[in-house]
């Protein structure tokens, strides 16, 4: 049976309940996926851990999804997402690769010395905000640069960017400041590229809690054992703390409304000029480009909405390429085989 008590602390809402039927209620427990490795998950259920091996019959599971089990803790169904990150796999894959699931915030780190770089924040952004989870900006290494004022002022500028905190991310009153956004059974996610202060961030806000707690041991196929800790990490106040590596290299793919909801103010300017199909470079009556003149809005913002855009468009129709040639794929296969049949029958 359902139990609120347990599954509330690690993010159960509404949302989950609702999609129960009564009997679904009454038989299952729910669980939280905390780590996902090749052959197996491991779920929380507020009380045990538990081992679910992933069997071919099972969707695709990632870290923070809800599941419903079985008395005997057997995976029984995959709960509807709230939020979804996922990004074109790397490498030269052409697939979209589900990274987390259920995430509520996400800290979008950025360094105010040398590695600041408002394109690479609108990254970040329009990946946030294409998973529909709240985003809030932290520039970090405040207490390394002796002024961050224009820095600051810049990031304030963006539109669609709401909360901006600039944080010493060794300093634990300085990170206290994030508290409200770690309210027991949030799920918080840190966004970021190398060196941002990701780990460090998550030493302070963890403190003396050990990321290795919980670490759960899995054969490998040869046998060995190999330990692993949880991708999903509690913090001491009762929120939730998503650590995956996968959140480091991102390129966008089926993104276009986070990107749309990144560059609200240019979508907007483009939604309103002369040709529906204007592409904002020369056209007569494009907003955008009087916009541009006007010095409403900045060259540097335009062209890496532009980037964006074509980087999401070029993703997803290499994608879509590819899965209309595995289906063609599959059906020479089928035909073929079928034709062998036939001619075995004869
Ligand atoms: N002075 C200062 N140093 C910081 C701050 N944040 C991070 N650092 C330092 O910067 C270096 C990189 O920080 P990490 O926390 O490892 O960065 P990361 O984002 O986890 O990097 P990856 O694991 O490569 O993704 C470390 O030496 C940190 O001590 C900060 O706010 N102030
Ligand atoms: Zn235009």
């Known amino acids: 049976m359902i139990d609120y008590s347990l599954l509330t602390p690690l993010g159960w809402t509404p949302f989950f309940q609702q999609q129960l039927d009564f009997e679904q209620f009454e038989q299952n427990v729910g669980a939280r996926v ?5 052959s197996q998950l491991i779920a929380f259920t507020g009380e045990d851990d538990v081992v679910i091996p992933i069997t071919p ?48 915030t996400a800290f979008v780190m950025m360094s105010l010395n040398n590695d600041f770089n408002l394109s690479r924040l609108e990254r970040f952004l329009a990946l946030g905000n294409e998973a529909h989870v709240d985003t809030v900006v932290l520039l970090t290494k405040a207490d390394l640069v002796s002024d961050y004022q224009q820095n600051l002022a810049s990031v304030h500028a963006l539109a669609s960017v709401e909360h901006v905190f600039v944080i010493n991310c060794l300093d634990s009153s300085d990170v206290e400041q994030l508290l409200p956004w770690l309210q027991p059974g949030n799920t918080a996610v840190l966004l970021g590229s190398s060196g941002v202060g990701k780990s460090t961030l998550t030493n302070t806000l963890t403190q003396s809690f050990s990321q290795k707690t919980g670490g759960i ?67 007569p ?62």
């Open 34 to 38: 905390i780590a996902q490795h090749r």
């Open 57 to 104: 019959n099972m969707p695709a599971i990632v870290v923070g999804d809800w599941l419903l089990l079985d008395k005997d803790n057997h995976y029984v169904a995959l709960l509807e997402r709230q939020s979804s990150f996922a990004r074109k796999a790397p490498g030269s894959k052409l697939e979209k690769q589900h990274i987390a699931a259920n995430v509520n």
């Open 217 to 283: 041991r899995e054969d490998d196929s040869k046998g060995r054992h190999t330990t692993t800790s949880r991708a999903l990490v509690k913090l001491p106040g009762g929120a939730w703390l998503l650590d995956t590596p996968g959140m480091r290299e991102i390129q966008l793919v089926d993104s276009q409304e986070g990107i749309e909801t990144t560059f609200a103010d240019i979508a907007r300017l483009a939604a309103s000029c002369k040709f529906v199909n204007c592409s904002h470079s020369n056209e």
């Open 285 to 346: 009556g494009c907003k955008v480009q009087q916009a541009l003149q006007d010095g409403e809005i900045d060259e540097r913002r335009l062209n890496n909405y532009f980037k964006l855009l074509r980087e999401e468009q070029r993703n997803s129709a290499t994608m879509a390429q590819k899965r209309a040639d595995d289906k063609a794929l599959g059906k020479y296969y089928k035909r073929t085989q079928q034709t062998a049949k036939k001619l075995k029958g004869r």
